[in-house]
Nanobody
């Protein structure tokens, strides 16, 4: 399995921006399809965005479309999530996840084999 470490979280005012990073190590990063999930206070972990192994296809939950951008750098073993126009409801712990399968659903927690420990994002109103 690949090991994942998130960074870049913090406290930001509504309307602000953050860029989350996820550093991968241990296995060949470029064969993995990657995603970001988040878990807010008292809620279940939910899908945010995903990107295929080569970065050619991206997927987003409706609530973040046109505000968040997922990207990856396979040469540097990095995954990113650029978050603009942040809202208080975006407050959550954000997790990076990896899966080998290209056919399992990209938006389901159970599809992913490896997870990071998360980074906290807090958006104040």
């Amino acid at each position: 399995q690949v090991q994942l470490v998130e960074s870049g979280g913090g406290l930001v005012q509504a309307g602000g921006s953050l860029r989350l990073s996820c550093a991968a190590s241990g296995r060949t990063f470029s064969v993995y399809h990657m995603a970001w999930f988040r878990q807010g206070p008292g809620t279940e972990r939910e899908f945010v965005a995903a990107i295929d192994w080569i970065g050619g296809r991206t997927y987003y939950v409706d609530s973040v479309k046109d505000r968040f951008t997922i990207s990856r750098n396979n040469a540097g073993n990095m995954l990113y999530l650029r978050m603009n126009s942040l809202r208080p409801e975006d407050t959550a712990i954000y997790y990076c996840a990896a899966k080998r399968s290209g056919v399992s659903p990209y938006d389901k927690r159970g599809s992913y084999d490896s997870w990071g420990l998360g980074t906290q994002v807090t958006v104040s109103s």
